[in-house]
């Protein structure tokens, strides 16, 4: 008789690589092997799911049959290790990059990247953002000893392709947008950029940022009006943005140890996210 590893090893054969010899020898003499069928199109249909739950936009760049066809080869290179389906697929834009037939689709392998990221943003943990009245409380001897970590939802993608203005165009169904995009118009460095403006800027923390487009749009906190005057100073002069500007400035009466501004920015960038559709 098998053993349950053994039985579990021969049934992995069978789902992920449709090699049903060792299992249909520990099968009962009335049971054909075909019937494992049932069981493999079973698995292949909720993992193919799994992966078009977290790649819509590549989905829809590549179509449903391509997109199908690439995730039954990826299922049998990396079949799940945990029972957690929407963990399942951090290897598929490496995947892409790789795959012969996806090679003429150059930043496909980008766009499954940012759709990874925004999955595991998505199913990050939740945990409490940063106080900034806690941080005041600090005592000076103690202030050298604090360190900052990430909220588990962010993370840093470094891409080859300006895939954002990508993935907004086609999950807009925006086709003229879309055929805007110049795949050859390098990498997206502003996050970065702005990132590094911020951490120049004493006393400054950004809480929102989002992109319409034209437009990039702070809110954040800061322990001084200069402090905010500061920030779109170093805006302006990365060249990245034709105009900052203040929406709204307001002192935070939810912080009761230490003068805090709320504020709100809107900058205006100096270059467009033009791409040309791939065919």
């Not at 349950?4 to 992995?12: P, Y």
């Not at 403006?197 to 006393?203: D, F, L, P, Q």
Request: proline residues 4%; contains cysteine; negative net charge.
């Amino acid at each position: 008789m098998p053993t349950l590893l053994e039985l579990q090893t021969a049934m992995q054969a069978s789902l992920v690589h449709r090699d049903n010899e060792a299992v249909s020898a520990m099968l009962a003499g009335h049971i054909t092997a075909d019937r494992l069928d049932i069981y493999r199109n079973t698995f292949l249909f909720g993992l193919t799911k799994a992966l078009r739950l977290s790649f819509p936009v590549t989905e829809r760049l590549v179509g449903e049959e391509f997109f199908e066809g690439a995730a039954q080869f990826f299922i049998a290179e990396h079949p799940p290790r945990e029972a957690w389906l929407d963990r399942f697929g951090g290897e598929f834009p490496d995947f892409l990059r790789a795959f012969p037939q996806a090679k003429s689709i150059v930043y496909l392998g980008d766009v499954a990247e940012l759709e990874w990221a925004v999955t595991s943003a998505l199913h990050a943990a939740d945990v409490a953002q940063l106080d900034v009245a806690a941080l005041g409380a600090v005592r000076p001897e103690d202030q050298g000893r604090i360190w900052f970590v990430a909220h588990p939802s962010v993370s840093l993608l470094r891409l080859a392709y300006p895939v954002d203005a990508v993935w907004r165009a086609v999950l807009a169904s925006d086709d003229e947008a879309l055929g805007k995009v110049d795949i050859e118009s390098g990498p997206v460095n502003l996050l970065n950029l702005v990132a590094d403006t911020v951490n120049k800027t004493e006393a400054v923390w950004l809480e929102t940022m989002t992109d319409d487009g034209k437009n990039l749009n702070f809110t954040g906190t800061a322990l001084s009006p200069n402090s905010v005057a500061d920030l779109m100073t170093n805006l302006r002069k990365t060249g990245a943005f034709k105009t900052v500007e203040i929406k709204e400035t307001t002192q935070d009466s939810a912080i009761k140890e230490l003068q805090a501004f709320k504020f709100e920015l809107i900058c205006e960038k100096a270059f467009s996210s033009k791409v040309q559709k791939q065919s």
